[in-house]
């Protein structure tokens, strides 16, 4: 068990060093991909409303359209360098930054909406019922948790590697540099059931072949 924690948290430091070392060319697949832009009309039709808290804001591809709605948004990421993208792309809208890691900060308030786009998969699975135990105490009575993601069609363009503790992918720079990033493709179905066993009640559904969508609540008392 002690080692799969060493291996867990090694994971997470790698996945973090990765996306700073990636922030300059974070925004291509946004670029390159026709469904990733597909994707934008689907945050249109999702409940983002009042006070909304992003997590794992990156350069800000979903801040603005969020900022756009919200009364209020906080937008959170571990790497520096994708929040100073983020801060110039969606200038001048008044947009908090936060620079911290998700796994140890704590919002010192409550939101309407929490949002996280493409981050639960990043989620290494023994840290799951802790995340979204952060994500309830960070949403005001009656608030949802609103998400985005990769589902399992994803996979068979990532080179997943074999037999790790970890799920995770290797990903290469531009530079040749190789990095090991934790990449859980969850399934739509399988994510409902596993958020009701964390205290949630969920709706999950795949969007086209490689992507889900969900909100979800924490059930009263729970």
Known sequence: MAGMERDDEAAVREQIAYYRARAPEYDQEYVARDDMRALRPVLDELPVVGDVLELACGTGQWTGPLAARARSLTAVDAAPETLA????????????????????????????TVFFGFWLSHVPPGRLPGFWQMVADALAPGGKAVFMDNGPGEAASEEVLPDGSVPAVRRRLEDGSEHRVVKVFHDAEQLVRDLAGWGWTGQVRPVGTNFIVGTAQPRPGA
């Open 85 to 112: 993208i983020a801060r110039e792309r969606v200038a001048p809208a008044p947009v908090e930054f936060v620079c911290a890691d998700l796994f140890s900060w704590r919002p010192a308030r409550r939101y309407d």
